[in-house]
């Protein structure tokens, strides 16, 4: 979708740049996501929550039923997201699985995802987005916040593991 040169040289002047590009996920492209959700979330999202059993024949339906789209820096792969409309309100799209590798953290770009999705659903007369935070990751509230999400303890998210805490679930509405 975009392609960015992003200087990590303001780090420190001896490094050299790198290269994003965030491209739409294929649906050959689903044993890759099921990869990087899986060690995205290893060792940062509870053990009980799905994601770490993700398959490819699950990210398969969600890609032929919404969409997805997968993070590469320098070529590699680095991170995902995908997104679902939901059954009853095929014009409000739920954000799901978004997820950076360890070694790429604290360089925010999950942000570049979550723009993607954003972008992606402007062009598509999409009216609502919807994500839900785990309740053992309350630091994501801040940054969905800062990129026009708000809360909306009025609503479920659909996608939530009956076994866990309901997590909380915030809104972009979106002016088309």
């Keep these: 979708m975009s392609n960015t040169d992003s200087p ?12 994003l590009l965030i491209r739409e996920a294929g649906l050959d492209d689903a044993q890759l996501i099921a990869d990087l959700t899986r ?25 032929q039923h919404g969409g997805g789209f997968i993070l590469l820096k320098d070529e590699d792969a680095i991170g995902s997201v995908r997104w679902l409309p939901l059954e009853s309100e095929p014009q409000v799209w739920e954000i799901m699985r978004m997820g950076v590798l360890p070694a790429h953290r604290g360089e925010h770009l999950s942000q570049h995802l979550l723009e993607a999705v954003i972008h992606r659903a402007l062009g598509a007369d999409v009216t609502e987005l919807r994500l839900g935070v785990r309740a053992d990751q309350p630091r994501l509230l801040d940054l969905y916040a800062a990129l026009g999400f708000d809360l909306a303890p009025e609503l ?21």
């Design 39 to 63: 060690a995205a979330w290893a060792g940062k999202v509870a053990v009980t929550s799905s994601g770490h059993r993700e398959t490819a024949a699950q990210v398969l339906q969600h890609l």
């Design 8 to 19: 990590s040289s303001k780090a420190s002047p001896c490094a050299t740049p790198w290269k």
């Design 156 to 176: 479920e998210y659909t996608h939530a593991n009956p076994a866990e805490p309901a997590p909380t679930v915030m809104r972009r509405l979106l002016r088309n």
